[in-house]
């Protein structure tokens, strides 16, 4: 079945750091792959998405690329803020069984 | 535009009591989603709604659980009896349609059963 292999945490930079989480994917077809992010006491909220190979999505200064040949989606800004301190979540849509699917998600921690 | 709403925001119960959810989706988004997320791990589907019908209950333990969206718009989900394994954040998701259309998420649940 699908599923989604997250960068383990916790996570801690200093602001302004250059952040990367990697993320990992296997599923049949073509699945499209999100970036979700849950800020303390929220809910998740999307962070970006792309729905084919070669596809790059971008918000907020954060960027992913959806790799075929290595079936990754990893997440990478170029200067995080504190305010960018929160869980991450990887996730794809699989268009064989109809579901979203997640990683264990990431927490990131970013201090002054 | 109003966002996912979910109630109550905190639930703390004894083990083999019962416990209800409720979520009231963005106004005229069909589809509605019950996940459950334990601690540490990602959210995980355990029903799905197509205006009031069920389109996936697959991972919904049907011997506790249960849920219902009457007239296809608010949803309520049951717990009885409740376990321990069951303490998690329930969250409730809406979406327009189905084929990966974005999910809007409420704040979610947090269950604890002692």
């Known amino acids: 079945g699908d599923s989604v292999t997250q960068m383990e945490g916790p996570v801690t930079l200093s602001e302004e750091a250059f952040l990367t989480i990697n993320c990992t994917y296997t599923a049949t077809g073509y699945p499209s792959l999100f970036w979700y992010v849950q800020y303390p006491g929220e809910g998740l909220q999307l962070l970006l998405k792309?729905?084919?190979?070669?596809d790059k999505g971008s918000n907020k200064g954060f960027e992913a690329t959806y790799r075929k040949e290595t079936t990754s989606f990893h997440l990478e800004k170029g200067s995080v803020q504190v305010s960018d301190s929160a869980v991450y979540f990887c996730?794809?849509?699989?268009?064989?069984?109809?579901?979203?699917?997640f990683g264990t998600g990431t927490r990131l921690t970013i201090i002054p | 535009e109003a966002g996912v709403a979910q109630s109550p925001r905190y639930k703390i119960i004894e083990k083999r009591q019962s416990v209800a959810f409720w979520c009231n989706p963005i106004s005229g988004h069909a589809t509605l989603y019950w996940y459950q997320q334990i601690l540490g791990q990602g959210p995980k589907l355990l029903i799905q709604?197509?205006?009031?019908?069920?389109?996936?209950d697959s991972q919904l333990p049907k011997d506790r659980f249960s849920a219902e969206r009457l007239k296809g718009v608010d949803s309520t989900l049951k717990i009885q009896p409740a376990k321990l394994e069951d303490s998690a954040v329930y969250l409730c998701a809406s979406s327009i349609g189905l084929a990966g259309n974005e999910q809007f998420f409420g704040p979610g649940t947090r269950l604890t059963v002692l």
């Open positions: 792309a729905t084919k190979a070669d």
């Open positions: 996730a794809l849509y699989g268009f064989g069984n109809e579901k979203l699917t």
């Open positions: 709604f197509q205006n009031n019908g069920v389109v996936d």
